[in-house]
Every structure is written in structure tokens, then in C-alpha cells.
């Protein structure tokens, strides 16, 4: 079946303009993540869905940083005004499971990722 | 605070030769690891964890906390096992936050 998938894969932008990255899970997963990673680094956890509510959104860096999933299913990440600073690779997972404190890990599935540029 | 270390940015190898990535982590808890590593132009895709104990395309990983290290190895490295490679830690409180390492480059050449 078809993985996860984002759009766009590249986006290109001047700075203190708004982007929205959009990322659709596998059919069916329940839970949805969001992760930044600049260059030379890993994947930095920005937030998290269980269906349609945001379980934590304490990894996103400021308050021009938001996101959500109205449905449960595909999730857009809003960055307004954008920065220098925000460019980066954004990737998207999503897991069949919502995932508890305690509970055991279930796979988390990447999506090919949106390479963010900002000039 | 939980920390993921890889040590080596980079690692070249022989084809044939034994591979072994470096993974050092800082955790108070139980940890839940992982490795994860990503192909040219692919995705970034879970390679094994911890808690299966399995053996996948020849790489084992033991979790060792005397040492706080889950190493990855292979006892012969073969030239489609480049890639970048990344350990990561599952943060158990929350029951879903990955933290990964900064990610290893394997370059395995013939």
C-alpha cells in the first residue's frame, strides 16, 4: 500500500512569508508526528497527534509554528512569517497505534520529507 | 534529560570488513532503542529495535546498560549498506517522542 506522503517535496520561500507543509499518514494510522531536521543533525520531534487532537506541540520551537489534523487524517504544519533559520528538512510519521506512556512502541513510518528553503 | 550520542559523523569501511556504529545514550529510565537509516533518495525507515532482538539485513544491535550503548554491527559489510544511519531513543514518559542521534554516514566501499 502507499506510505506516508508530503507535499511539496521542495518549497522554496522568502522570508516572512507563510508556508504550509502538508503530510497524509498511511491509510488507517492513528497517530501522526512531526520532526525537523537541519542540516548535520537528526530529526528533532516537533508534535504529535492521536487522531484529530494534538497531544503535545511542546517541540515546536515558537508560536509562528503551528499545526493541525481536522479530520484525523492529513495534517498541515504552518510556519508564518518565516525565518532563516527554518530551513530544514520537515518530515512527517505516522504510527497505526496511539502511543501511551508505558504502552509498547509501535513503528513509526517517514515520509519522504519536505525540504524547506528559505531566502 | 535524555541524550542520543553517535560519535563518528563518518565511517568508511572495506567491503567484507566488520562495521560496528557507534550509539551512546543518556537515559533515566528504561530505555527503548532503535535504529533507524536511510538509503540514497529514500526514506528514512526503522532498521531494528531493541526489544525485538532480531537480526535484520545482518546488523544486531544489544542493548548494553552498564555501558548505556546500543551499538550497531555487522560482521561483513557489503556495498549496498551505505547509507546514514541513526540511533534513536523512545521517550517512555510520553510514550511516543523519538530522539534521534545526529546520524552516522556508512561508506562501504569495494
Known amino acids: 500500500g502507499a506510505g506516508v506522503s508530503q507535499s511539496p517535496r521542495y518549497k522554496v520561500t522568502k522570508r516572512g512569508q507563510d508556508v504550509a507543509l502538508r503530510c497524509d499518514p498511511i491509510?488507517?494510522?492513528?497517530?501522526l508526528y512531526w520532526y525537523r531536521q537541519a542540516l548535520g543533525q537528526g530529526p528533532e520531534f516537533l508534535t504529535y497527534?492521536?487522531?484529530?487532537?494534538?497531544?503535545?506541540k511542546s517541540g515546536l520551537p515558537n508560536d509562528r509554528f503551528s499545526a493541525e489534523r481536522p479530520e484525523g487524517s492529513i495534517s498541515t504544519l504552518t510556519i508564518q512569517r518565516t525565518e532563516q533559520r527554518d530551513s530544514a528538512m520537515y518530515r512527517c510519521?505516522?504510527?497505526?497505534?496511539?502511543?501511551?506512556?508505558?504502552?509498547?512502541?509501535?513503528?513509526?513510518?517517514f515520509g519522504p520529507g519536505t525540504r524547506l528553503t528559505v531566502l | 534529560a535524555q541524550r542520543v550520542t553517535q560519535p563518528e559523523k563518518l565511517l568508511s569501511v572495506f567491503k567484507g570488513a566488520p562495521v560496528e556504529l557507534k550509539c551512546n545514550y543518556s537515559y533515566s529510565g528504561s530505555p527503548e532503542l532503535f535504529w533507524y537509516v536511510q538509503y540514497s533518495r529514500q526514506r528514512l525507515q526503522l532498521l531494528l529495535r531493541?526489544?525485538s532482538r532480531e537480526s535484520i539485513k545482518g546488523f544486531t544491535a544489544d542493548l548494553n546498560k552498564g555501558e548505556t550503548s546500543f551499538h550497531l554491527k555487522k560482521p561483513f559489510a557489503q556495498e549496498e549498506d551505505s547509507a546514514m544511519y541513526y540511533c534513536?531513543?523512545?521517550?517512555?514518559?510520553?510514550?511516543?517522542?523519538?530522539?534521534f542521534g545526529k546520524g552516522t554516514s556508512l561508506l562501504v566501499t569495494p
Open positions: 531493541h526489544i
Open positions: 534513536a531513543l523512545r521517550d517512555a514518559n510520553s510514550g511516543y517522542a523519538l530522539n
Open positions: 491509510s488507517g494510522h492513528v497517530s
Open positions: 510519521a505516522s504510527s497505526l497505534t496511539p502511543q501511551l506512556a508505558g504502552g509498547p512502541p509501535d513503528t513509526q513510518y
Open positions: 497527534f492521536n487522531y484529530e487532537a494534538q497531544q503535545d
